[in-house]
Structures are given as structure tokens and as C-alpha cells.
């Protein structure tokens, strides 16, 4: 295929959520996003990352790591060539995505296809509750009547275990799994490990801050413990596999689709499970995360639900299932849309 030159054009853009969400230690109101295009004249390819927050990230750094190998990009760098030239994190998930949609629009096929995988069905996601008082937090799970498959997030407070009780009270029916996102002490989780067991939760994800989870080491835990945060790439790999049972992947941690099929591979080798989860974002953020959720056992890709407003071509959410129509990302002669 004859090269053509390329050009990058790049936006910040602000998608607001239809309410707060709550994390422990964090209140999201809106996605802040850097969105990418790549356009050889006559073909064009898209992508979009929020970053990792936990880890600094903005928009604003991820706009300015992008500008720092823009004549990279325009000359022809390949997706292999840009795992050296871009550290992990959004700036790299970015374009990952844009140069994956842009061969797939060069090469007349669906990302899956240009990927040598399957072709894509509908996944069952988990849908999650922020944290609010025990009341709100089983009202929000009631009014998810479609959701077969919840995530709670817990803040290492008092009300943990009035928060997750109110909840299974209303929703007997669903699996539920908690995420602390960092926010738990020692003696917190020695108080919570029999209520979890009590209500039957079946995942616990990142209970400790990022440097304070050595002692799961010893801790022999009867909830599947999920590493998120103390997972970035693949040095975190040995640590990991000997504290936690399964490993969230996010393309805006392991710096987009292309590093993360490879990640995969390399955590079911080391004996754990794979889940992928995703930040704030549109659908276009969650497309290349599908693909990736094809290959996982638990997949989290519900931040589109939380928006005031998604693009026009979006993800559906119909009975607890995620659907990706293949006109969001990739080869269908249509450009994603923007603002």
C-alpha cells in the first residue's frame, strides 16, 4: 500500500456525567478527554483517552505528550514503533486507537479482522454505583433494573457495610463486586472480609493503596482479590501475581489496545484472570476496550451510561449486554463524529 502523508489534528473536550459520580477520595463530573484524529487525505482514524489521574495524568499532559512525536506520527510511525516512542498511559492509548482505526479504514475491514480475532459479540459488563449514603446507593441499584451485574464502590468508611447491605437487600438477584479503589486500611478490611462473605460478594478489587499491598501477601483471602491501580504494565506483573487473583487492564494504564492484547496473554500465562475496566469516556474510548473484553473474564465498560450526553454513534446497553455497532470506531465509511 503506498504511504500517504498523514496529518494529526487533536481537541480537549469536556463530555459532562448526567450526575457526580463518587470514588473514594474523587468526585468525577465530567469526562476530560483528549480525542485524536488521523487523516491520510483519504482515510481517517479516531481515538480518545481520558488518562489515569491517580497516576497525574490531564488532558493537558496527555495533549502535550502527543505534540512531543507529532512528526513521528505524520511520518508513518506503526503501532509496534510507538510502544517505544510513548510510555504507557493515554497519550499512547490515543493513538494506538486512532492508527488501529486508520489501517482498518486503509485496509477496507473491521479492527477485529486487521487483529486476528473473532468477530465481536455482545459481552455482559458490570454496571457500577458510586458512593453516597446507603439509601441513595440501593436506590441507584434498584433503578438499574437491566444491570445483571453490579460494582459497588465503598470508601473505607463506616458506612461500608450499611452501604453494601442496603444494596444486596434490593438486588438479591445480581453479583455484586466491590471496588475500594485504594481506599481501605488494614483493620477496615479484617472488619469488611465477613460481611463480603455474608453477602456474597464475589470480587474485591484494589482494597490497599499502591505501595501498601504487600501484605496480601500473607493474607489468605476467601474473596478473589482484583488488582487495578497496582497494575499499570507488564513489570508489575511478578508483585501482582502473588497478591491479587485477577488484573484489571485499562487501555489508558498499558497505553491502548495493541500493548494490552499482549498483557492479557502474559497475565493468563502467569495463572490470573483478566478483567478490563475503562475511565471516563465516550464509546469511542470504549470500542478498542471490546475488542480486548472478547478476551476477558469480567469486563467493567459502562462509562458511556454515566454521561449527560454520548456521541452520536454509541454503544447500546440492552439487558446487562454490551453492544459495540462497528460505526463507532474503524472501517464503515462514516468518521466518529465529534462535538
Not at 517505544?84 to 482505526?101: E, Q, S, T
Not at 453494601?164 to 478490611?189: K, T, Y
Not at 493474607?219 to 501482582?240: K, T
Not at 452520536?312 to 462535538?339: D, F, K, M, N
Amino acid at each position: 500500500m503506498p504511504s500517504r502523508t498523514r496529518s494529526l489534528s487533536l481537541r480537549i473536550e469536556r463530555w459532562p456525567l448526567a450526575v457526580p459520580f463518587h470514588i473514594t477520595g474523587h468526585v468525577i463530573d465530567a469526562a476530560r478527554l483528549v480525542s485524536v484524529t488521523i487523516d491520510d487525505g483519504l482515510h481517517a482514524g479516531n481515538g480518545e483517552a481520558s488518562g489515569v489521574f491517580y497516576f497525574g495524568e490531564t488532558p493537558e499532559s496527555i495533549a502535550a505528550q502527543i505534540e512531543s512525536v507529532r512528526a513521528s506520527i505524520e511520518a508513518g510511525i506503526t503501532r509496534a514503533q510507538l510502544l517505544d516512542a510513548l510510555p504507557p498511559g493515554g497519550a499512547r492509548n490515543a493513538i494506538d486507537a486512532a492508527l488501529w482505526a486508520l489501517e482498518s479504514q486503509q485496509r477496507a475491514m473491521p479492527v477485529w479482522r486487521v487483529a486476528g480475532l473473532p468477530a465481536p459479540r455482545p459481552l455482559l459488563t458490570t454496571m457500577t454505583i458510586g458512593v453516597d449514603t446507603p439509601h441513595a446507593m440501593a436506590e441507584a441499584a434498584r433503578i438499574l433494573t437491566h444491570a445483571r451485574a453490579l460494582k459497588v464502590k465503598l470508601d473505607g468508611t463506616a458506612a461500608d457495610a450499611a452501604r453494601l447491605a442496603a444494596i444486596r437487600e434490593v438486588r438479591p438477584d445480581v453479583p455484586l463486586a466491590v471496588d475500594a479503589n485504594q481506599g481501605w486500611s488494614r483493620a477496615h478490611f479484617d472488619a469488611m472480609i465477613p460481611v463480603l462473605q455474608q453477602l456474597d460478594i464475589g470480587m474485591l478489587e484494589q482494597p490497599f493503596a499502591i505501595g501498601a499491598d504487600a501484605c496480601l501477601e500473607n493474607i489468605d483471602c476467601p474473596i478473589p482479590l482484583a488488582a487495578d491501580e497496582s497494575f499499570q504494565d507488564l513489570g508489575d506483573l511478578c508483585a501482582v501475581a502473588r497478591r491479587y487473583d485477577i488484573v484489571n487492564l485499562k487501555l489508558d494504564k498499558c497505553g491502548g489496545l495493541t500493548c494490552a492484547l499482549d498483557l492479557a496473554a502474559r497475565v493468563r500465562e502467569a495463572g490470573l484472570s483478566v478483567m478490563v475496566g475503562c475511565m471516563a469516556g465516550t464509546s469511542l474510548a470504549i470500542a478498542p476496550a471490546f475488542l480486548l473484553g472478547q478476551q476477558c473474564d469480567y469486563v467493567d465498560l459502562d462509562a458511556p451510561i454515566f454521561l449527560a450526553r454520548d456521541r452520536e454513534a454509541g454503544v447500546a446497553y440492552t439487558c446487562g449486554l454490551l453492544h459495540c455497532p462497528p460505526q463507532i470506531w474503524g472501517h464503515t465509511g462514516v468518521t466518529v463524529s465529534s462535538r
